[in-house]
């Protein structure tokens, strides 16, 4: 069974499938620098899917090439710098 959630993230890819939910980190541009919306969106599908009797594993990823940076979008911390 594969069904995508039904919430539009603007900073996530969710899908289900086999019991398994794939939360995708969504902005390859800057390297999938977490800001307050993320967290917030990441927060909200992580308690979705935990609280879900049909979700058995949830599989963080990201988009992009270099997938991944560390730490936070700068401009988006605390009003920037």
């Known amino acids: 069974m594969q069904k995508d959630s039904d919430?539009?993230?603007?900073?996530?890819?969710?899908k289900v499938e086999q019991h398994v939910a794939t939360v995708t980190l969504n902005r390859p541009e800057i390297r999938n620098a977490f800001n307050d919306e993320m967290i917030?969106?990441?927060t909200d599908a992580f308690n979705t899917f935990g609280a879900d009797d049909?979700?058995?594993?949830?599989?963080?990823?990201?988009a992009g090439r270099h997938s991944v940076r560390r730490g936070s979008q700068l401009d988006a911390c605390h009003g920037g710098l």
Do not use: D, T
């Not at 919430?7 to 969710?14: A, F, G, I, Q, R």
């Open 54 to 62: 049909e979700v058995r594993v949830i599989v963080l990823a990201a």
């Open 40 to 42: 917030a969106e990441l």
């Open 7 to 14: 919430k539009n993230y603007k900073s996530l890819l969710v």
